[in-house]
């Protein structure tokens, strides 16, 4: 899965999921969790650029967020993780505590996307992601971008990129009335 994630790396900046080095991205084989290291551009992701760890286990070198993808681990199967930070995602959980998309594909694929609130780094703040992403594969965090998981990283991706695509026509909609 390192392959995996080396790519889905490129292809979160590419899509303009991810700027500079924001965002971050796990993967589970057992009970070890490999997470980018932190401060790392994912788009300039290699071998290097990842820790491996058990769950629980801590590592100054992991992500910042690995309090979050750990709690995913523990309440879910999935085994792929990411964290991005698309601008209308952004944008719009400041607005709103449901995305509710307008397009069909939106409504269709992802359905309506909670968004969660709390402090940074907290033990609240993971379990109420990791509660969210177990009954959806998906939530926004207001103010610091969405979460998404799937059996792998290609799942998780399309995720992310539907509830991007959908923000952007719900917030293109309102502002251009």
């Avoid at 909670?114 to 033990?123: A, H, L, N, T």
């Amino acid at each position: 899965m390192l392959r995996e994630a080396i790519e889905v790396g490129k292809k979160l900046a590419a899509y303009r999921l991810v700027d500079g080095a924001s965002g971050n991205l796990s993967f589970r084989e057992g009970n070890k969790i490999t997470i980018t290291k932190t401060g790392v551009m994912l788009d300039e992701l290699d071998e290097s650029s990842f820790v491996v760890l058990r769950i629980g286990e801590k590592n100054d070198e992991a992500s910042s967020d690995l309090i979050v993808h750990e709690e995913i681990y523990r309440r879910t199967n999935f085994r792929a993780v990411l964290h991005c930070h698309g601008i209308f995602n952004v944008v719009l959980s400041f607005r709103t505590d449901k995305i509710v998309p307008l397009d069909l594909e939106g409504r269709m694929l992802i359905g309506d996307v909670r968004v969660v609130e709390g402090r940074f780094g907290s033990r609240e703040l993971a379990e109420r992601i990791a509660g969210n992403i177990a009954t959806r594969g998906i939530v926004t965090v207001r103010g610091h971008g969405m979460y998404a998981a799937g059996e792998s990283f290609k799942e998780a991706f399309k995720l992310a990129s539907y509830v991007e695509h959908s923000c952007e026509i719900l917030y293109l909609n309102e502002n251009l009335k």
